[in-house]
Each structure stands twice: as C-alpha cells, then as structure tokens.
C-alpha cells in the first residue's frame, strides 16, 4: 500500500531555492519575486495517479503523471524546458527524474509526520522545501 500524499500543503522553509533558480538559468528579476513566495502543493494522488499543483500569487505550475509512465513535461512558467520525466516509487519516496538538457535533474517527495518534504535537484545543486498540512 503505497504513501498517501493526498492533501493542501503549506511552505515552511525553502533552503537553497535561489541556487536551484540560478542553474535552471531563472533571470534575476524573476528569481527576487520568486525566492519571497510561499507556495502550496495541492496533491491528488488515486491509486499511482498523481495531480500535483503549485501554487503561489505570482505564477502556478501543475502537472499529472502515472508512476512508471514516461511523459514530455514543458516547464512552463519555470525554466520553459521540454524534458523527458518519468516517476517511480522508491520505498515510499515518490521520485522523480527529468531528463533533458540540464544533468541530474529531478525531484523527491516524502512524507515524515504531518510533514511532506521536497528535494529540487539539478546538477549537484539542492533545494529543500517542507510543507504542513493545512488542517
Ligand atoms: O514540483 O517541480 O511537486 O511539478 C515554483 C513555483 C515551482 C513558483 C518549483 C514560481 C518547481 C517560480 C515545482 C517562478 C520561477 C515542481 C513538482 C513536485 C511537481
């Protein structure tokens, strides 16, 4: 029985989210409005099917996918980058890898406690995020 991820989700910290912005090659002017937002993670997940939403008053980013099935995901609104993403189960770590122009891309989700916590990784460079769960 895989984790449940289902749930609104709030931004507590927000560690390294600059460097990560920065090797995704985000401009400067939009990384100053970016690094202050507090975004929410609106998850959906039924059985390995996944909706997951980000939200912030600046700009919004979803995306949909089923565990092992390979999809061309566009950044939009992020980087702007076409890259190849598949999602797969690690223990009851929901990872995923984005393969592309930039190296090692991808990200990590788990769940410790009433926690969801997040990894942005690319190119050696790691951004840690953790969300509460909106009561
Ligand atoms: O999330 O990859 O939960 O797609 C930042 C939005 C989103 C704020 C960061 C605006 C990446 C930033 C979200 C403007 C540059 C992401 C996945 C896992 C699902």
Redesign the pocket.
Known sequence: MPVDFNGRWLMETNDNFEDF?KVLN?DLA??KI?IH?S?T?VIIQDGDKFV?K?L?I??N???SFTIGEEIEEYTK??DNRVVKTLITWEGDKLV?TQRGEKANRG?K?WLEGDKLH?E?FCEGVVCHQVFKKQA
């Open positions: 912005m985000i939009t990384r970016a937002l975004q993670k997951i980000t912030s600046f700009r980013y979803e995306m609104g992020l995923c990200w989700h997040m942005l």
